[in-house]
């Protein structure tokens, strides 16, 4: 059960700090797309974001997208924000998240990846023995059944006593 839980928890990528992430040994990071960096199928990001992204850049953080969408959606948005990317990552297998930190030249140790699904960003980066942050979906799904049906289960697994605690420790009270 150990591989479906975060090293973290946060609401939303800009309440992710320079501290957290050093806090987790990061050089890299792993980034997913869709409810994350923004909504879903969205091409911009929020100004907030935009900052973020920038904050990391500036304390030395190399960045990637990984996201298991096809191309066509994800580089033009990468290519929009600086960042490089690998798509059809096939999350949670660890190939797509190795294959990301090979990118980058940083040792997969040393990359911490950022998502909002436990099934795909969660698993797949402790599959990978990286750390890993969960946030809060931007927006609930409503038209993909099968996002809807895993968030379900999500809320089941995170409503654990133990996951409970963490989350309101990690969220600040």
């Given at each position: 059960?150990?591989?479906?839980?975060?090293?973290?928890?946060?609401?939303?990528i800009?309440?992710?700090?320079?501290?957290?992430?050093?806090?987790l040994?990061a050089?890299?990071?792993?980034?997913?797309?869709?409810?994350?960096?923004?909504?879903?199928?969205a091409?911009?990001?929020?100004?907030?974001?935009?900052?973020?992204?920038?904050?990391?850049?500036?304390?030395?953080?190399?960045?990637?997208i990984v996201?298991?969408?096809?191309a066509?959606?994800v580089?033009?948005?990468?290519?929009?924000?600086?960042?490089?990317?690998?798509?059809?990552?096939?999350?949670?297998?660890?190939?797509?998240?190795l294959?990301?930190?090979?990118?980058?030249?940083i040792?997969?140790?040393?990359?911490?990846?950022?998502g909002?699904?436990?099934?795909?960003?969660?698993?797949?980066?402790?599959?990978?023995?990286?750390?890993?942050?969960?946030?809060?979906?931007?927006?609930?799904?409503?038209?993909?059944?099968?996002?809807?049906?895993?968030r379900?289960?999500?809320?089941?697994?995170?409503?654990?006593?133990?996951?409970?605690k963490?989350?309101?420790?990690d969220?600040?009270?």
């Amino acid at each position: 059960m150990a591989l479906l839980y975060p090293t973290l928890y946060r609401r939303r990528i800009t309440d992710v700090t320079v501290e957290d992430l050093r806090a987790l040994g990061a050089q890299g990071i792993l980034l997913d797309v869709d409810n994350t960096l923004t909504t879903h199928d969205a091409p911009d990001l929020t100004e907030e974001v935009k900052a973020w992204l920038e904050t990391m850049k500036t304390a030395g953080f190399s960045m990637i997208i990984v996201s298991n969408n096809k191309a066509v959606r994800v580089a033009p948005f990468a290519e929009k924000i600086g960042l490089p990317f690998h798509a059809l990552a096939h999350k949670p297998l660890a190939t797509g998240f190795l294959a990301a930190a090979e990118q980058l030249g940083i040792p997969s140790s040393a990359c911490v990846a950022i998502g909002d699904q436990i099934f795909t960003d969660i698993l797949g980066a402790n599959l990978s023995e990286m750390p890993c942050i969960l946030l809060e979906p931007i927006q609930p799904e409503v038209e993909q059944k099968f996002i809807v049906f895993k968030r379900k289960i999500e809320r089941v697994l995170l409503n654990t006593r133990r996951q409970r605690k963490k989350k309101e420790a990690d969220y600040g009270g």
